[in-house]
């Protein structure tokens, strides 16, 4: 397996296990925080949306092993930025209930459809 395939598959492994985990304490730990600050509604998107898009960083690993492409690559990087950025700027709002970091959110919310655009040029490269 190319070594780019497997670093692929890896950090959606890493991410699926940290999804779980950040769902099971916002839903446990974090529950009363999140009531006092109106905020489950946002955690749970934000868990969601990670979740989602470790599944697409997967899809990508996978098909990456049959047909490497530079921009499945480019697709992988940018859905994990853009995860980084929209799911962890709604997890520091949820947090701090500071809503100016709301403004950060559609950056990541960019970079996740720029992945999903990177990734069908790339499928639609493979011959």
Not at 8 to 33: K, Y
Not at 91 to 113: E, H, M, R, S
């Amino acid at each position: 397996m190319p070594t780019k395939s497997k670093n692929i598959l890896i950090t959606a492994c890493a991410l699926g296990a940290l999804s779980v985990m950040i769902g099971a304490f916002g839903a446990h730990g974090l529950r009363p925080l999140l009531t006092e600050y109106g905020r489950i509604e946002t955690f749970e998107t934000a868990v969601k949306y990670q979740f989602y898009h470790t599944l697409a960083l997967l899809a990508i690993g996978i098909i990456d092993t049959k047909w490497p492409q530079k921009l499945l690559s480019y697709a992988a990087y940018s859905i994990f930025i853009g995860v980084i950025i929209f799911s962890g700027s709604l997890y520091i709002l949820c947090l701090t209930n500071t809503p100016i970091l709301g403004a950060i959110t559609p950056f990541g919310g960019v970079l996740l459809i720029v992945g999903w655009v990177l990734l069908l040029l790339g499928i639609r490269k493979i011959k």
